[in-house]
């Protein structure tokens, strides 16, 4: 698959956003859930390509940017403890605690390591017998069954001195925790294609019949996106409210189901707190019976944390989509992604690390004239 | 940094040779280190071990009359005009990499350096750093590369030093090297002399070094075929000035912070605007295939053998024709344009045709989780 041209075709993206523009007749609000496809609109310039009437309203789907403050405070204890060996996906260690990051955690001697995959930790923790190995396992769906093997061949190998601190979300329940808060503007999902990949779409549609919406399943490349809006607009004219697959090279009805037998057997479902939005009942996975050996929140009880939110970041609003980036008194000015007031300027899936990051604080003016004197290749 | 007078300087350093202080004209290390395999703190100690390095090791490496005077300094031949100068330190991990060293690394750096400046770079100091326990092989190795690298780029090494620290106080070998060089005449090369309607050009693909780096990070391995691009750019810089010295604005080396972060420096330094075309870019299928799985972008990815050049529109050409002469320039493009437009900001036609802001980015690029 050739994903960097055939996915990336600037003419046919221009024809799609054509076809978007004709049919639709009146201004729809579409949200698309994953942070990766936030970034990839931003990142692209999907946003401007779509009609006037067809507004992109960025969804909760950053993993970083939903952990709560606790959580992290609590990894930032454990990663200061002596004998610690504490490992995380890289973005977290710039998300802002009440007091410190994990890179400074880090600087003060902590050892803190980026990996690439929850089993490079297992690994650590078999080279490292004297040390207490934890991963931050943080995420949706996707990186669930990752972390979950993780603990799985920890156990299996009877390593001791492996943890997982967890903090795992689930898309249906933030979906209709979305569409029954007061105010809601959404009217049609992109749901997050990864997600689905493991998850399949089984569980979606009693979410589209009771709250009437459509939902598109859609990947993350720039033909992807157009595809996905272009379902959801065409699925808002016609009045219809569907299940859709529009990322039908990766997922399927089903997903992936030894994956979501283990996910089964090591996690359990709980209610979760989103950083931002509040407690969401059955939101998210914690480690069941079986596996709470390994729950880092257990082996390290760590008490005494009081969290302090910034009284200037509306992340929370951003992350319901009830404000754009920008309309926050604090974007650009005391929050930036070198001075993050909230994790939503932090991850580069984050709306407000995005909109900074590429500019969308721009007027419309200032961006169209910016690539002047340009040909078109 | 301030001038201090030469009699104070010995002044200060006579006040702290006291009664406690050994003598180290005659000192020698107690045990007998000769021919260990790896470095002992000996070997920065001033004696016998230290002179054995600089004797069989560094002269070897970087022979040349002004080096084996061995004095306290070295006496250069300059003629008279405008000098360069300019130091960089080197503390890549790991040590060794596809497509280069920390060696080779530390004088095409400084050299890049000098050259960027629209200098002709002549004379370099090294020195290292070494923690306790650094195999002497891998010293050898890294010395060699430096030697070569040295030679290829036509500069001398004429002064170095070598200090050793306990082990865990060093990442194995850390190198600084200084370098001068002789300032081209009729030259008004500058960062704040990039002017608007100015052609912008890259000298190949970006990206390159920063990701062979990172296929071999410890914890991060990746197969690929990806190699550093590690080269000294004198010789086709010179050939640019040779060709086009009096149109050429601008010049840097886009190193740490990739593109992304020259572009933005020129942007600022010369208040201008900068337009690009991604569609241009050049990039490596493979550098942007391992972009995609890390989740970073290329355009932020550091570079060890590359220039942008900022020239008047009507030698954009004839720079290009150049570069592409070049065996460092075959994949050289013009990738955009100097704006009266946003100033101080770099803005980017995506692929898709629309727009977006490149912005410096904060430290170091963090791959993303998913």
């Known amino acids: 698959m050739k994903y960097l041209t055939e996915f990336r075709n600037g003419e046919i993206a221009q024809r799609m956003a054509r076809e978007i523009a004709t049919v639709a007749t009146k201004p729809w609000k579409i949200m698309e859930v994953c942070g990766g496809q936030t970034h990839s609109i931003i990142k692209n310039g999907i946003d401007q390509m779509l009609p006037a009437g067809i507004e992109m309203i960025h969804g909760p789907g950053c993993p970083v940017c939903v952990t709560p403050l606790e959580l992290i405070d609590k990894a930032l204890a454990i990663a200061a403890q002596p004998g610690v060996i504490f490992c995380s996906f890289g973005d977290m260690l710039r998300v802002p605690g009440t007091d410190a990051d994990l890179f400074q955690v880090k600087a003060a001697g902590g050892d803190v390591r980026v990996v690439y995959s929850p089993l490079d930790a297992v690994d650590l923790a078999a080279k490292n017998p004297d040390k207490q190995v934890v991963f931050f396992g943080v995420g949706f769906e996707t990186t669930a069954p990752a972390n979950a093997m993780s603990v799985h061949i920890a156990r299996r190998r009877g390593l001791k001195n492996f943890s997982l601190l967890v903090s795992h979300v689930l898309v249906p329940p933030a979906i209709a925790a979305i569409l029954e808060s007061p105010g809601n503007k959404v009217q049609a999902f992109l749901l997050a294609g990864h997600v689905n990949s493991v998850m399949g779409y089984w569980e979606y549609p009693p979410v589209a019949e009771k709250y009437k919406i459509p939902l598109v399943v859609t990947g993350f490349e720039p033909l992807d996106l157009l595809d996905g809006i272009r379902r959801a607009v065409l699925q808002l004219e016609a009045g219809k409210h569907e299940v859709e697959n529009a990322y039908e090279r990766i997922v399927t009805y089903d997903g992936n189901q030894p994956a979501q037998k283990l996910l089964a057997e090591v996690f359990e479902v709980t209610d979760r707190a989103w950083r931002g939005i509040g407690v969401i009942p059955r939101s998210g996975w914690r480690l069941s019976k079986t596996y709470r050996e390994f729950d880092a929140e257990e082996r390290f009880q760590i008490t005494g944390i009081h969290t302090v939110e910034s009284a200037l970041c509306r992340a929370g609003d951003v992350l319901r989509g009830a404000i754009k980036p920008a309309e926050c008194a604090a974007f650009g000015k005391e929050c930036t992604p070198r001075h993050p007031l909230g994790a939503t300027m932090v991850s580069s899936e984050g709306a407000c690390a995005a909109y900074y990051n590429y500019g969308r604080f721009l007027s419309a003016d200032e961006l169209a004239t910016a690539g002047s004197g340009l040909t078109h290749a | ?370």
Not at chain 2, 86 to 97: A, C, G
Not at chain 2, 240 to 264: E, F, Q
Not at chain 2, 266 to 294: F, K, Y
Not at chain 2, 303 to 316: L, M
């Open chain 2, 1 to 370: 940094m301030p001038e201090i007078a030469k009699d104070e300087a010995l002044a200060a350093v006579a006040d702290g040779v006291t009664e406690a202080t050994p003598d180290f004209a005659n000192w020698s290390c107690p045990l007998p280190l000769v021919g260990y395999p790896t470095i002992v703190m000996g070997h920065g100690g001033g004696g016998k071990l230290g002179s054995e390095l600089v004797e069989h090791l560094f002269l070897p490496a970087f022979r040349n009359p002004q080096l084996e005077n061995l004095g306290d300094a070295a006496v250069l031949d300059l003629p008279s005009g405008r000098v360069a100068m300019s130091t960089d330190s080197f503390v890549v991990q790991p040590l060794f990499f596809p497509g280069g060293s920390i060696g080779e690394l530390a004088v095409n750096g400084t050299v890049n350096d000098l050259a960027v400046s629209g200098a002709t770079p002549r004379f370099l100091s090294a020195s290292f750093i070494l923690e306790e326990g650094f195999p002497l092989a891998k010293l050898a190795a890294i010395v060699e590369a430096m030697g070569v690298a040295a030679r290829a780029a036509g500069v001398q090494i004429v002064t170095g030093d070598t200090k050793v620290v306990e082990r865990g106080h060093g990442d194995g070998c850390y190198i600084n090297t200084a370098g001068v060089g002789v300032l081209r005449e009729g030259l008004s090369v500058g960062p704040h002399r990039a002017q608007a309607g100015d052609a912008i050009l890259v000298s190949g693909t970006i990206g390159d070094h920063g990701m062979a780096i990172m296929s071999v990070r410890e914890g991060l391995e990746f197969e690929s075929q990806i190699r550093s691009d590690c080269a000294a750019l004198n010789g086709m810089i010179a050939a640019v000035l040779d060709a086009a010295g009096a149109d050429v604005h601008a010049m840097r080396d886009p190193t740490r912070g990739g593109l992304a972060s020259t572009l933005n420096e020129i942007a600022q330094s010369s208040a201008v605007g900068i337009a690009i075309d991604e569609r241009r870019m050049p990039v490596r299928t493979e550098v942007q295939s391992a972009c995609e799985l890390l989740g970073l972008d290329p355009v932020y990815v550091a570079n060890e053998g590359k220039a942008v050049f900022f020239v008047a529109p009507n030698a954009a050409d004839q720079v290009l024709a150049t570069l592409k002469a070049h065996p460092l320039g075959r994949e050289a493009a013009i990738i955009g344009q100097v704006t009266a437009e946003h100033k101080g900001m770099v803005v980017a036609r995506t692929q898709m045709g629309a727009n977006r802001v490149i912005a410096m980015q904060i430290g170091e690029q963090l791959p993303r989780i998913c």
